[in-house]
């Protein structure tokens, strides 16, 4: 089953605009993973965040951890029409770090 | 650095007949994973290898699937009989040394799956 919950589903922006994504989950985790993944291409790493951690940067990537909430967002400032693609996020959890994908959002960013 | 290889990148089959997926891991990685992923959805673990040892197949279908990493490289997933629902994209990753938090996935492009 998935462990995450991606929202929204789907989201339509202009390029130069920000981009939000809302990831919830419902166990104890070890870290959280954000992936994106182009239409009929594997994933790709973008930026993992650790439990204790509670934001983190990569160049126009910002992730925040709210472990309270089991909840973490990840935004993307400044879009671009190369960044459209899927999003999905990833807990991992237990001793192997296994890591459990959430059902993705699809984000399109039109020129 | 070469990334993780997938073969065929397409496959077409009929109900019942066999198939097999061949993944080459990132070198150095001793941590291998196939994924299904159905569309529209997240991609779901399969199985889990270390080295050549199974650490997790919880989520394999075991009736149909089967999957072998003999010398702890490459790996091959099978299966056989094919139902409709086999249907999806098998992703295989690869990564260093995920027991030490290092679980950074790397994917390759995946094999389509069409059966009908």
């Known amino acids: 089953s998935q462990q995450g919950e991606e929202d929204p589903q789907a989201l339509s922006i202009q390029e130069g605009e920000n981009a939000t994504m809302n990831c919830s989950y419902k166990?104890?985790?070890?870290?959280l993973q954000w992936y994106r993944q182009n239409s009929g291409r594997g994933l790709v790493h973008l930026i993992l965040i650790r439990s204790n951690e509670r934001e983190k940067h990569s160049g126009r990537l910002r992730v925040t951890l709210d472990t309270s909430k089991k909840s973490s967002s990840l935004l993307i400032t400044a879009s671009r029409a190369a960044d459209t693609a899927s999003y999905f996020c990833?807990?991992?959890?237990?001793?192997?770090?296994?890591?459990?994908f959430g059902t993705g959002t699809r984000l399109t960013v039109i020129p | 650095e070469a990334g993780v290889a997938q073969s065929p990148r397409y496959k077409i089959i009929e109900k019942r007949q066999s198939v097999a997926f061949w993944c080459n891991p990132i070198s150095g990685h001793a941590t291998l994973y196939w994924y299904q992923q159905i569309l529209g959805q997240g991609p779901k673990l399969l199985i889990q290898f270390q080295n050549n040892g199974v650490v997790d197949d919880s989520q394999l279908p075991k009736d149909r699937f089967s999957a072998e990493r003999l010398k702890g490289v490459d790996s091959t997933l099978k299966i056989q009989p094919a139902k409709l629902e086999d249907s999806a994209v098998y992703l295989c990753a690869s990564s260093l040394r995920p027991r030490e938090g290092r679980n950074e996935q790397f994917f390759g492009p995946g094999t389509r799956l069409t059966v009908l």
């Open positions: 990833a807990t991992a959890r237990g001793g192997a770090n296994n890591l459990f």
């Open positions: 166990t104890s985790i070890n870290n």
